[in-house]
């Protein structure tokens, strides 16, 4: 696979067997189903037994259940056939609902005492989705690629150094959602700086 222009989508051809198993890596790193699995990570290391369920539940609502019900009806209603929403155009209304659940989330959070870490980590996911509102009507940013990068730098918090792990899986992300043609390079970069920069100052600031 040679890449000829970093501004432009993939032009090559793949086999079943690839597109497969990009599709199948593109399916369960999606931003609100991946954390799941980060939230329990973090909820179990974090937190007492008897506040485990407790802060999880919240954190699976507001970072999973909501964010996907509501994905999911504006895809279909946006004739996105394919789960995702891959017209720039039309994210603009589930972007915002889903920083108005991650904001919903945070503050859930900190009204239950949840661990700080967690409620930083769903200020981190309100303000990089709120940037993405302002952000995807002109270019279609990566929100694959930016989904790892919140929790990640999170998992680097309370995990140091194994926690930085984590980050081998972003560029089997940013391969799947390549050549799927759902993003060019730059548009995944994007993601990344954005992410990794919004979610950095949140954790100077409050972490």
């Known amino acids: 696979m040679t890449l000829h222009d970093p501004t432009h989508l993939y032009e090559g051809e793949i086999g079943d067997s690839t597109r497969k198993i990009a599709r199948a890596i593109s399916i369960i790193t999606q931003p609100q189903l991946f954390s799941v699995v980060l939230y329990a990570i973090i909820c179990l290391i974090i937190t007492d037994l ?5 802060i999880y539940a919240v954190c699976v609502f507001f970072g999973c259940i909501f964010p996907i019900i509501e994905v999911g009806y504006y895809s279909k209603k946006t004739a996105n056939t394919d789960g995702d929403i891959y017209r720039k155009e039309d994210r603009f209304i589930p972007l915002v609902l889903g920083t108005l659940s991650y904001a919903l989330g945070a503050v859930a959070l900190w009204l239950v005492s949840a661990p700080w870490l967690i409620t930083v980590l769903f200020v981190c996911y309100t303000v990089v989705t709120g940037s993405f509102v302002f952000i995807s009507p002109y270019w279609k940013i990566s929100i694959h690629a930016c989904g790892m990068i919140g929790p990640t730098m999170a998992i ?40 990794a920069i919004l979610t950095e100052i949140v954790f100077i600031l409050i972490l």
Do not use: N
């Not at 008897?50 to 407790?54: A, I, R, S």
């Not at 926690?163 to 060019?184: A, D, E, Q």
């Open 50 to 54: 008897t506040e485990y369920l407790k």
């Open 156 to 195: 680097c918090q309370a995990f140091y150094p194994s926690g930085l792990l984590l980050f081998l899986l972003v560029p089997f992300i940013c391969w799947s959602r390549y050549v799927l043609r759902k993003h060019t390079p730059a548009q995944m970069v994007g993601g990344i700086v954005v992410g």
